[in-house]
């Protein structure tokens, strides 16, 4: 087993667990919806935390590729594996977040969106900041990264996901969460 192999596996792991926790609470907000329209409890999912739910999706995916591209720069030690477990762990905590895991307890799920919007979006904006601060650390991928393309997208993805935070317009902050879902479609694209 190889240093990355070492080190991919703890961050593989919650990370994928970060994904099984969105995929489930979509699961469970599907599940009300066909007991709503079957004649239960009145419940609406909306577009919100779905559209928020995807992004995280690609955002993860992101962060997955990046582990990926730094595999070689990866060395194993307790300060190495405790940043993984940290990072990996906020993704977590995000994804957690997105649906509620009492989804009955709302009536519609953008009232939900509304609610932890702010801390999931400021979870990943962190997280954006810790991997520019490593990759800005490491001589050898400085000065790609400083370049005006790899700078301007980060720059637009940080710009509107602090845009999702302070926008309470459901029309707004879907149309926000589209261009972010867009902007890592084009980006996987290329």
Do not use: C, N
């Not at 919650?14 to 699961?27: K, Q, R, V, W």
């Not at 779905?50 to 730094?70: G, H, K, N, T, Y």
């Not at 990759?135 to 509107?160: C, K, N, Q, Y």
């Not at 902050?173 to 980006?187: H, P, T, W």
Request: proline share 3%.
């Amino acid at each position: 087993m190889t240093e990355f192999e070492f080190v991919f596996l703890l961050y593989a792991l919650l990370l994928g667990l970060s994904l099984i926790e969105l995929l489930a609470g979509m699961g469970r907000a599907l599940e009300l919806k066909f007991a709503s329209d079957a004649g239960g409890q009145s419940f609406k999912i909306g577009w919100l935390t779905p559209a928020l739910a995807v992004f995280v999706m690609l955002d993860l995916l992101s962060f997955w590729i990046f582990a990926w591209r730094v595999r070689d720069l990866m060395t194993v030690s307790a300060l190495s594996l405790l940043a993984v477990m940290m990072f990996a762990s906020s993704y977590y905590l995000a994804a957690r977040l997105v649906f509620p895991s009492e989804p009955d307890r709302f009536a519609d799920l953008d009232t939900h969106y509304q609610r932890v919007k702010g801390v999931v979006m400021v979870i990943l904006i962190a997280l954006v900041g810790v991997q520019w601060l490593y990759l800005l650390s490491i001589e050898s991928i400085r000065d790609g990264l400083l370049t005006p393309l790899a700078a301007g997208m980060t720059l637009v993805l940080v710009g509107l996901m602090a845009a999702v935070i302070f926008v309470r317009s459901p029309r707004w902050s879907l149309i926000l969460l589209l261009l972010l879902v867009a902007r890592y479609l084009v980006i996987y694209a290329l």
